[in-house]
Nanobody
Framework: QVQLGESGGGLVQAGGSLRLSCVAS????????MGWYRQAPGKQRELVAS???????KYADSVKGRFTISRDNAKNTVYLQMNSLKPEDTADYYC??????????WGQGTKVTVSS
């Protein structure tokens, strides 16, 4: 019932920053956890960061200290601030909403390319 729309991807040089946004619409009260996943060329989709309804955050080891996930409940939006970007961060990034009944919704993806 929830639709997710991502934005903010683009091309940056190594060491640069990007801020991804994901706007949720629909039955947003059913969401328990929101997260950002990414899928790099030739790789499986992996969880980058997540934030629970209680505000607990988790990060992949590869992005700890560089990425920050946050929420703006008034705007029904989750953000991923990405700093000190590396070429290995290049991937398609997907917003995910996980519901209390264990169902999921996915955004369409936004591409991040980091050049050396």
């Amino acid at each position: 019932q929830v639709q997710l729309g991502e934005s903010g991807g683009g091309l940056v040089q190594a060491g640069g920053s990007l801020r991804l946004s994901c706007v949720a619409s629909g039955s947003i009260f059913s969401i328990n956890v929101m997260g950002w996943y990414r899928q790099a060329p030739g790789k499986q989709r992996e969880l980058v960061a997540s934030i629970t309804s209680g505000g607990t955050t988790k990060y992949a080891d590869s992005v700890k200290g560089r990425f920050t996930i946050s929420r703006d409940n008034a705007k029904n939006t989750v953000y991923l601030q990405m700093n000190s970007l590396k070429p290995e961060d290049t991937a398609d990034y997907y917003c995910n909403a996980h519901y209390w009944d264990s169902r999921d919704s996915w955004g369409q993806g936004t591409k991040v390319t980091v050049s050396s």
